[in-house]
């Protein structure tokens, strides 16, 4: 059975800083991933897919990585801002079905303070 | 088109009642799927569907919850007899069969049972 989990649970910066988001699956042989953002009460927007064959993909001051092998995947966030503050959701597709479940980690709440 | 559409956003009802959701995907995205999310964690799989065929259900989904896709657009969710443990985030996600095979979010149903 597929886990997915995230580190950290919550992170708190000022402004302007670059960090990093961590996400680990515990079986390799996965489709694609996803990352998501979470609004509080709102539902999910999708940041990043990154297909198995695939190591990383960008999108503006996101860049998500995957490392199948080591079942390990980052969100990089650059020069963060008050308005990236949010629920960071990853989500993995399981190869192998042609049905395409994702299974979620339990996210990272991210602050960003001015 | 503007995306994945949910009705109601929110639902108030007493233990014991039934309620129904309804869910647009986004048209022409012939898989459909509904997850719950409970406070704090992240989203699991309730359902899927591909057009009107409803492919795979999770343990989660007891015999008190029933969904329906009619048409292969639009899907219902009803839970029968309510319980407080059903109090939670019903979110509903679209993609298309061809292509890449991205989810695409509602903004969710927010269950509340008394």
């Known amino acids: 059975k597929q886990e997915v989990t995230q580190i950290p649970a919550a992170l708190s910066v000022p402004e302007g800083e670059n960090l990093v988001l961590n996400c680990s699956f515990t079986?390799?042989?996965?489709?694609?991933l996803q990352w998501f953002r979470q609004d509080p009460g709102k539902g999910l927007t999708s940041l990043l897919l990154?297909?198995?064959?695939?190591r990383e993909q960008t999108s503006g001051r996101l860049n998500a990585s995957l490392d199948k092998s080591s079942g390990r995947s980052t969100l990089y966030i650059a020069a963060s801002q008050p308005g990236d503050s949010a629920t960071y959701l990853c989500?993995?597709?399981?190869?192998?079905?042609?049905?395409?479940?994702?299974?979620f980690g339990q996210g990272t709440i991210l602050t960003v303070h001015p | 088109d503007t995306g994945v559409s949910q009705n109601p956003r929110h639902k108030i009802t007493k233990r014991g009642q039934n309620v129904t959701f309804r869910c647009d995907p986004i048209?022409?995205?012939?898989?459909l799927y509904w997850y719950r999310q409970t406070l704090g964690q992240g989203p699991e799989f309730l359902t899927y569907?591909?057009?009107?065929?409803?492919?795979?259900k999770s343990r989660l989904l007891s015999d008190r919850f029933s969904a329906e896709r009619p048409k292969g657009s639009f899907s219902t969710l009803e839970i029968q007899r309510t319980e407080q443990g059903d109090s939670a985030m019903y979110l509903c996600?679209?993609?298309?069969?061809?292509?890449?095979?991205?989810?695409?979010f509602g903004p969710g149903t927010r269950l509340t049972v008394l």
């Open positions: 996600a679209s993609s298309p069969v061809t292509g890449v095979d991205e989810q695409f």
């Open positions: 079986d390799s042989a996965i489709y694609n």
């Open positions: 990154i297909q198995s064959s695939q």
């Open positions: 989500a993995v597709r399981d190869g192998g079905t042609s049905y395409g479940k994702l299974t």
């Open positions: 048209s022409e995205h012939n898989r």
């Open positions: 569907f591909q057009n009107e065929a409803q492919l795979e």
